[in-house]
């Protein structure tokens, strides 16, 4: 990435964590709602969404996080919204791939400002916080969504 666009990429950034869109907002009518939690940096977000004929018809999001992760679930929603579940689900697997893997970026449209993360590995759990989180909303999980953690098949112990 050349010097001009990473200023111009950080500049989006800031913007989005200064206005974070769709934030904060519970859809009225949501359907779908999901919190997750990166304890890495405390990022803690709530994503709901209102699914309506297998599309995302409103979404919005609750919490607080650092800049780069209200700035992706900022990204996130405008990026989503009106899209069918399966466009976001795979949106969602792109935008991972780049994030975590540093994928390829085509296609992406907006959310090429997030490309440069990668080069921070403490960033970039909570750049995919939001995109964790959303995925556990599409599913209907009701479980706090972690970056530090597997699906916890036991969270709490029987007779507690
Ligand atoms: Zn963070």
Redesign the pocket.
């Known amino acids: 990435m050349n010097p001009d666009d990473r200023a111009l990429y950080e500049e989006v950034i800031l913007e989005h964590n200064r206005n974070p869109r769709n934030y904060p907002k519970n859809p009225r009518g949501a359907t779908h709602h999901a919190h997750g939690f990166?304890p890495l940096?405390n990022?803690e977000i709530t994503v709901h969404l209102k699914i309506a004929d297998d599309a995302i018809r409103d979404i919005g999001f609750e919490g607080s996080?650092?800049a780069?992760?209200m700035a992706s679930a900022s990204l996130m929603t405008e990026a989503v919204a009106g899209k069918s579940v399966a466009e976001t689900e795979a949106l969602i697997d792109k935008t991972h791939r780049m994030l975590a893997e540093n994928g390829p970026s085509e296609g992406l449209g907006k959310l090429r400002v997030l490309e440069g993360v990668h080069a921070f590995p403490m960033?970039v759990k909570?750049a995919t916080l939001p995109w964790h989180t959303l995925r556990a909303a599409l599913r209907g999980g009701t479980e706090t969504v972690s970056t530090e953690a597997e699906t916890p098949s036991c969270p709490q112990p029987a007779g507690q």
């Open positions: 990166n940096c990022d996080g650092c780069i992760c960033r909570c």
